[in-house]
């Protein structure tokens, strides 16, 4: 892979690497027709495009409805997948660095941290305008509060009220959370004087939903089993490209057995596999835990993470639908919500065990853990919990989780 530097910058070069590794993406994308492949492919395009002079650069938070950016044409910046990405480049050891020398807290959650690292320093493009939503977390709002102020930008964030912990938010919360996303929207249009199409954005991200909702329900019915590590990339880059026609394509793709060929679970020569369920983030660089717990005849069976976007959107009034997704998220909500859900899931895949990613820094996750626990021990569900942080490899804390890890695998 190219330095981050030379896919970056605005010269003559940077544009032929630039073109030269996006023809080598695009290459491995038509040599295997996989949906993950694609998906990468038309990521990395979109957000090169970001770094080109005069860019509209929105950083929005992880579960921002995006089809209101790409009802105007534009793709979002997201500081987790940039991290991640930048983390996974020959950049790692320059960003890393820079992180290192910043006077901020090191139990601030690592997305967030290399996130403004990188910018800082030139690695991601500066924002143009910052939108939050208070799901998931506090931190990230923080974090493009304090963007948006350095660098004189618009900061706005949709404030979604805590759902029930049993049953569905009420309407007339859906209805308040509906309406900022409708002036957002306006505001978008205005900030930057293009003309909306949000009904086409809808239509788009809606066939990408139908792919990936009917490709989960046939997961959760037991009919089809897939890697839930790999898929866990399908979501994540997936948030680049809702509300596009490449996104709409890509997703597609998962509905054939080629476009999904890469996601198949490992084999493990006629013997019963362990399923497990793997709850919040996973690490995205160290793969040691997923290659022991196939050493041990186990693999991920689903993601907690990969829940979302499986309902379609009304496109003749997508507003409360947009809402709706927010309102409801999996992983909004009290502990107590999320250990409900949780055990209902588990129960629902008939799943071995679950496995919680005590990923560093992160309160969301990490305060909810105890109560999720109780739950699934009360439950009579095998649970582990396991210390790491998703943007690592190796470090201090990988051999005791390690052996943590293969403990739990034996006792199953
Ligand atoms: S890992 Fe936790 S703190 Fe970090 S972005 Fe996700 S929810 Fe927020």
Request: aromatic share 8%.
């Amino acid at each position: 892979m190219p330095g981050m530097a030379e896919l970056t910058g605005d010269s003559l070069s940077a544009s032929l690497v630039r073109a030269a590794f996006l023809a080598q993406t695009r290459w491995k994308a038509l040599h295997t027709r996989t949906a993950r492949a694609y998906l990468q492919y038309h990521a990395l395009a979109a957000s090169l495009e970001l770094f080109k002079a005069g860019s509209v650069v929105p950083w929005v938070s992880y579960l921002f409805p995006t089809e209101i950016l790409t009802s105007h044409g534009l793709t979002p910046m997201i500081p987790e997948v940039g991290s991640a990405t930048l983390t996974g480049s020959d950049l790692r050891e320059a960003v890393e660095n820079a992180a290192a020398r910043m006077s901020l807290a090191r139990d601030v959650c690592s997305y967030h941290r290399t996130a403004l690292a990188a910018v800082e320093n030139g690695m991601l493009p500066a924002p143009t305008m910052c939108l939050g939503t208070t799901p998931l977390c506090l931190g990230k709002e923080c974090l493009l509060e304090m963007l948006a102020t350095r660098y004189g930008v618009p900061f706005r964030e949709i404030r979604v009220p805590l759902p029930p912990d049993e049953g569905e938010a009420p309407p007339a919360v859906v209805a308040e959370v509906a309406e900022q996303i409708r002036e957002l929207h306006e505001d978008i249009g205005r900030w930057t004087g293009r003309r909306p199409d949000l009904r086409r954005a809808v239509l788009l991200s809606n066939r990408a939903a139908k792919a990936w909702g009917d490709l989960m329900a046939e997961r959760l019915a037991g009919r089809l089993e897939l890697n839930g590590r790999k898929t866990f990339a399908i979501v994540f880059l997936g948030q680049l490209l809702w509300g596009t026609e490449a996104g709409a394509k890509d997703f597609e793709r998962l509905l054939t057995e080629r476009g999904r060929s890469d996601l198949v679970p490992p084999a493990f020569d006629g013997r019963r596999p362990k399923r497990l369920l793997w709850l919040h983030t996973v690490p995205h660089h160290d793969h040691a835990f997923f290659e022991l717990m196939e050493k041990q005849g186990a693999y991920v069976v689903f993601e907690e993470m990969g829940q979302m976007h499986q309902e379609l959107i009304d496109p003749d009034d997508p507003w409360p639908g947009l809402a709706r997704r927010l309102t409801d998220h999996t992983l909004w909500g009290t502990s107590a919500r999320r250990a409900r859900l949780n055990i209902a899931l588990a129960k629902k895949l008939r799943a071995d065990g679950a496995i919680h990613f005590n990923h560093w820094g992160c309160r969301h996750g990490l305060g909810s853990l105890p109560v999720v626990r109780a739950a699934f021990i009360e439950a009579g569900i095998p649970f582990l919990a396991i210390d790491g942080d998703a943007l690592a490899r190796g470090g201090p804390n990988q051999e005791k989780a390690l052996q943590q890890l293969e403990s739990f695998l034996e006792l199953l």
